[in-house]
């Protein structure tokens, strides 16, 4: 994918997680996120249910098309 695309699904993925953790635990700090072009990986800062979270929204998006 192009790195617009690759920028634009990053952005995503960070809107949803926090929106939902923001939801669901309001008084969690959100997460951090930082994307690795080099290696094609998410990096993800936050506690464990902030991580656990962007982790379930990357799987739901990975089986939507």
Known sequence: PSDDTVKALVAQ???VARLTLSRVNPND???DFQFHPGSNLLIVIGSG???DVTRKVIAA???SP
């Open 49 to 51: 249910s902030a991580v």
């Open 13 to 15: 993925i960070q809107e």
């Open 61 to 63: 998006m990975e089986r």
């Open 29 to 31: 700090k959100l997460p």
